[in-house]
């Protein structure tokens, strides 16, 4: 039913330890939605897709789109567990404060 249905949304997805929490999620049975920025670098990813491992391909350099084109594919589907674990890199991200 709709109040045992669980969903995920795993951001920096597509390797490391966001790889690991798809792998995870999808074992436990859940809906995983999973951002990646870069399609050369996601193959893995992109080869398990199927009912409960949506992809989406966003880039978090620009927040706005990333977050409407989120907000267009989960479609206002109730999230259980959100997992923020993309990196952002700046060209001034060595600089502190």
């Known amino acids: 039913s709709f109040l045992d249905a669980k969903t995920v949304l795993i951001t920096g997805a597509n390797q490391g330890i966001g ?9 436990q049975g859940y809906k995983v939605y999973a951002t990646y920025r870069s399609q050369e670098k996601s193959e893995e990813l992109l080869k398990g897709k199927g009912d ?11 927040p ?18 959100m997992i923020l674990n ?12």
């Open 86 to 97: 993309a990196g952002y890199f700046s060209y001034q991200a060595h600089k502190l404060g």
């Open 52 to 62: 409960n491992l949506i992809p989406i391909q966003i880039d978090f350099e620009k």
């Open 19 to 27: 790889g690991g929490f798809v792998k995870h999620y999808l074992h």
């Open 64 to 81: 706005t789109a990333a977050a409407q084109k989120i907000k267009e594919v989960i479609n206002d589907e109730p999230l259980d567990v």
